[in-house]
């Protein structure tokens, strides 16, 4: 049983940057795909970005060029940097770790880009 836990959200005015962190316990971390996603008031939860064990990665064209996901697998952590924050970039965000078939998923952090 793999355990997530997000931080780092907040309220931040356009243009801004914020940088969610997720922290993970309970299982074999660099062995996992890491994923942000991002659910907003009465959308759906979209995947933003995602990163796999040998560390590719893969964005929503929506945030290409200003979102960067990383991992530090010392520390059981996969980082999501967000900068150019624009207001539709408000939503949930959650940490997503899958493999064979299995996902586990944190509690989200709230992100709100607002002047």
């Known amino acids: 049983q793999v355990q997530l836990v997000e931080s780092g959200g907040g309220l931040v005015e356009p243009g801004g940057s914020l940088r969610l962190s997720c922290a993970a316990s309970g299982g074999t971390f660099s062995t996992y795909t890491m994923g942000w996603h991002r659910q907003a008031p009465g959308k759906q939860r979209e995947l933003v970005a995602s990163?796999?064990?040998?560390?590719?990665?893969n964005y929503a064209e929506s945030v290409k060029g200003r979102f960067t996901i990383s991992r530090d697998n010392a520390k059981n952590t996969v980082y999501l940097q967000m900068t150019s924050l624009k207001p539709e970039d408000t939503a949930v965000y959650y940490c997503?770790?899958?493999?064979?078939?299995?996902?586990?998923w944190g509690r989200g952090t709230q992100v709100t880009v607002s002047a």
């Open positions: 997503r770790a899958s493999r064979s078939g299995f996902e586990y």
């Open positions: 990163v796999t064990s040998s560390r590719l990665t």
